[in-house]
């Protein structure tokens, strides 16, 4: 009975005493093991639940199930604090403040957390996506509870916060379709061949490797510019990443062929008459 009574003293000692809040040492102790066990709970709910799920769902899971772990966690150290005569409204009450400006800095983050949360469930946005934000063509590598991080074409990565897309813009390329649309537009000389204009184009996207067959390019006639007969040929790929190096070889070869044939590209030019008054 001795050892019982001691033992109830030292859980008992106070290590914060207020008027108003008495946190004992069996309080801390309560809350050091009611943790340990909610954790080994989630990790064994975590593990059970995702066994079977395919890598992709997997993945949307653990994201999501990092969120309600962080309040999971919250109720839990709440709920332990007041069974160990804690009272928990006083310190609500104390800290309102407190949480009153923290929600004010955070808010950005909430925002953050729950587009991460709408993204992965509406699967408006997947690992692989190739995307277009702010101007910056990216591929998606890694969708986070707070930031999706991206890489360039020029292997510069993105940390996006995922705010921004519920609040930007956003052009997915991909989708639909692995497959887009691309095109080169050019200009030639009035009086040139357009018959011939069309089959060259025709020709250099046809030949080139990264072009697909099927959907088959197509030229259209844009306009008849200020200078020039204007063209473009519109053709599909299906790596959006390669496009800048295929329009570019694509441009080189249409010169190449656009001087075997003797088709010119024009340029503006303006003819300047000085007239000088007679005196």
């Known amino acids: 009975m001795e050892i019982i009574e001691k033992l109830k003293d030292i859980l008992g000692l106070s290590l914060i005493?207020?008027?108003?809040?008495?946190?004992?040492?069996?309080?801390?102790?309560?809350?050091?093991?009611?943790?340990?066990?909610?954790?080994?709970?989630?990790?064994?709910?975590?593990?059970?639940?995702?066994?079977?799920?395919?890598?992709?769902?997997?993945?949307?899971?653990?994201?999501?199930f990092q969120f309600v772990q962080y309040l999971v966690y919250l109720f839990v150290i709440m709920f332990?604090?007041?069974?160990?005569?804690?009272?928990?409204?006083?310190?609500?009450?104390?800290s309102a403040a407190i949480f009153l400006g923290l929600g004010f800095a955070l808010q950005q983050l909430f925002?953050?957390?729950?587009?991460?949360?709408?993204i992965i469930l509406d699967q408006s946005l997947r690992v692989g996506d190739i995307i277009e934000i702010d101007g910056k063509v990216?591929?998606?590598?890694?969708?986070?509870?707070?930031?999706t991080k991206a890489v360039t074409?020029?292997?510069?990565?993105?940390?996006?916060?995922?705010?921004?897309?519920?609040?930007?813009?956003?052009?997915?390329?991909?989708?639909?379709?692995?497959?887009?649309?691309?095109n080169i537009e050019v200009g030639v000389a009035y009086g040139s061949d357009t018959e011939l204009v069309k089959q060259i184009l025709i020709a250099c996207a046809t030949k080139?490797?990264?072009?697909?067959?099927?959907?088959?390019?197509?030229?259209?006639?844009?306009?008849f510019g200020d200078s020039s007969l204007d063209f473009a040929v519109y053709f599909f790929v299906d790596d959006?990443?390669?496009?800048?190096?295929?329009?570019?070889?694509?441009?080189?070869?249409?010169d190449k062929q656009f001087r075997a044939n003797k088709v010119s590209i024009p340029f503006p030019q303006r003819d300047v008459h000085l007239f000088q008054p007679k005196f």
């Open 17 to 64: 005493k207020t008027e108003d809040v008495n946190l004992t040492l069996g309080a801390i102790i309560a809350l050091i093991v009611a943790f340990l066990i909610t954790s080994y709970l989630l990790k064994f709910i975590r593990k059970v639940i995702t066994r079977n799920l395919p890598d992709e769902d997997k993945n949307k899971f653990v994201s999501i």
């Open 80 to 94: 332990t604090l007041n069974a160990s005569g804690v009272n928990i409204s006083v310190l609500l009450t104390a």
């Open 111 to 118: 925002q953050d957390l729950i587009s991460g949360i709408l």
């Open 138 to 147: 990216c591929k998606v590598e890694k969708i986070s509870l707070r930031s």
């Open 153 to 182: 074409r020029n292997q510069r990565v993105m940390v996006i916060p995922n705010h921004k897309f519920l609040t930007d813009i956003l052009f997915n390329w991909t989708q639909n379709s692995n497959i887009i649309r691309e």
């Open 208 to 223: 080139h490797e990264s072009v697909l067959k099927i959907p088959e390019p197509v030229v259209m006639f844009e306009d």
């Open 240 to 254: 959006a990443f390669t496009v800048p190096r295929v329009k570019s070889e694509l441009r080189f070869e249409i």
